[in-house]
């Protein structure tokens, strides 16, 4: 999300600077078309000027003995203001071609203002002085027609200059307009694509929400992006540890009154029970019974055991004994229970396989209760084989030696996919014969000595069950 924010923004950036220097560069074309342009339209009036003026000096000479003739000082500062407006014309302009056509205008308003200050200054005869005013009017006539070819091709080049201008100010006005209306539209486009990106993950997340509130707790929320893929896993890590703890209230619920129900059954049976055992091994010893009929009491006897160990495992569900943890070697409660179980009639052959880890930690619960739950399980594979089979033990150390797993396989039927989460409930079973509280009562011992029991199926049949202990803390050196 970070990332994808940054490349946004970016982008955004990105197109920002690249709008505001196109802006730039029409509005600096702009102004160097406006500058130059005006500048042309300067020196149009300066060159205005100095025709008008150097008419006016003409006028001045041809006023001359007259008695309309102006001062002296007036003709003086006409002719200095024509050199000065000159001087102007050549500040101003730069190119080649002008400064040439400057310069011989220079020349020829020196020579006009030398005519002039002959035809003001002799005081010779007549035929002298007419001549030196004839001199100085054909000079000022061709400063005159030079100051007016200058006005004429300044005129014709503004002529020229002015419409490339405005073309060029219209460009300018396109593109600013271009980019006014195109810069927002790329932004909404960078907006819309950025949050349709965004809600689209969101409602994802709220879709998973609501499914979960409606009770679906096996929903997950598929894979996201960035940030939104990190809150995915957590929201679907918090909807398994939800599952998993209804899961756990309701299985203490169901424990609860499964206990309840099982010390009251169990107490109910018990005690006539104990009556029908003692009536039954007293009438077993009577010798007058038939040998006939003596099978029927053997048969009596043993289904009357059968429910003794029923109500007894009953009362070990409902009540089940505090553990009294001691330090112990795992292998060896392993290998008893491994003993007693394989001693079990009824099934096939067994071959046992044993992997245990060297240098394994002691391990701290009650021993005859991890006693009871290896047996158990032992039994249980045992009897999931009755064609005989494979059973696998594996010994380690996990969580760096804090904790001992045990790993119990088997090759038998396993359990259907569908029924391997109920396989911890209580009277649950897949047996023919079986009460449906040995794995119960397996779990229970279990946890009770602060561990943890885990099943799954093998990928190629029977069942494995990992059981977790802690190990015996070291004593700090």
Not at 201 to 215: D, F, N, S, V
Not at 424 to 450: Q, S
Request: aromatic content about 4%.
């Amino acid at each position: 999300m970070r990332r994808r924010t940054a490349i946004v923004l970016a982008a955004f950036l990105l197109l920002s600077l690249a709008g505001g220097w196109s802006v730039l560069a029409a509005l600096d074309a702009s102004a160097r078309a406006v500058r130059r342009l005006l500048a042309l339209h300067r020196s149009e009036l300066l060159r205005e000027t100095l025709l008008v003026q150097a008419k006016r000096v003409q006028n001045d000479l041809a006023l001359h003995d007259t008695p309309s003739e102006p001062p002296l000082a007036d003709i003086v500062d006409h002719a200095r203001d024509l050199e000065g407006i000159i001087a102007s014309c050549g500040g101003c302009h730069h190119a080649p071609p002008v400064r040439r056509r400057l310069r011989r205008l220079k020349s020829a308003a020196d020579a006009y203002k030398w005519s002039l200050s002959r035809v003001f200054t002799l005081r010779a005869n007549q035929a002298r002085i007419a001549a030196a005013t004839d001199q100085a009017r054909r000079l000022g006539e061709g400063l005159v027609a030079e100051a007016r070819r200058m006005r004429q091709a300044g005129a014709a080049r503004i002529d020229r200059e002015t419409p490339e201008v405005l073309a060029a100010m219209r460009r300018s006005r396109r593109v600013i307009l271009a980019l006014a209306l195109a810069g927002p539209l790329v932004c909404l486009c960078l907006a819309a694509l950025f949050f349709r990106f965004t809600a689209g993950q969101l409602r994802r997340l709220l879709h998973a929400a609501r499914r979960i509130r409606e009770g679906d707790l096996d929903h997950r929320v598929p894979p996201l992006r960035d940030e939104f893929g990190e809150l995915a896993g957590a929201f679907n890590d918090m909807a398994a540890a939800l599952e998993e703890q209804i899961q756990k209230a309701r299985r203490a619920q169901q424990l609860a009154v499964c206990g309840e129900m099982a010390t009251r059954l169990a107490h109910e049976i018990k005690n006539p029970l104990a009556g029908i055992r003692a009536s039954m091994e007293v009438l077993a010893e009577d010798p007058d019974i038939p040998p006939a009929d003596r099978p029927i009491l053997e048969r009596v006897l043993a289904e009357v055991e059968r429910v003794h160990r029923l109500t007894r495992n009953l009362l070990d569900f409902a009540r089940p004994p505090a553990p009294s943890p001691a330090p112990f070697q795992l292998p060896e409660i392993v290998e008893q229970a491994l003993t007693f179980a394989c001693r079990e009639p009824g099934g096939g052959e067994v071959r046992v396989e044993r992997r245990y880890d060297e240098d394994l930690p002691e391990v701290t619960a009650d021993p005859a209760q991890v006693q009871q739950v290896f047996l158990n399980l032992f039994l249980n594979a045992v009897e999931a084989m009755p064609a005989g089979g494979t059973l696998q033990v594996r010994l380690r150390a996990v969580d760096g030696g804090a904790r001992v797993a045990a790993e119990v396989s088997d090759t038998g039927g396993g359990v259907p996919p569908g029924e391997l989460h109920r396989i911890f409930e209580p009277f649950f079973t897949t047996k023919h014969k079986g009460t449906g509280l040995g794995l119960t009562i397996t779990h229970n011992l279990v946890t009770a000595n602060g561990g943890d029991i885990q099943a799954r199926a093998n990928p190629g049949g029977g069942m494995t069950f990992a059981v977790i202990l802690p190990a015996r803390r070291k004593d700090p050196p």
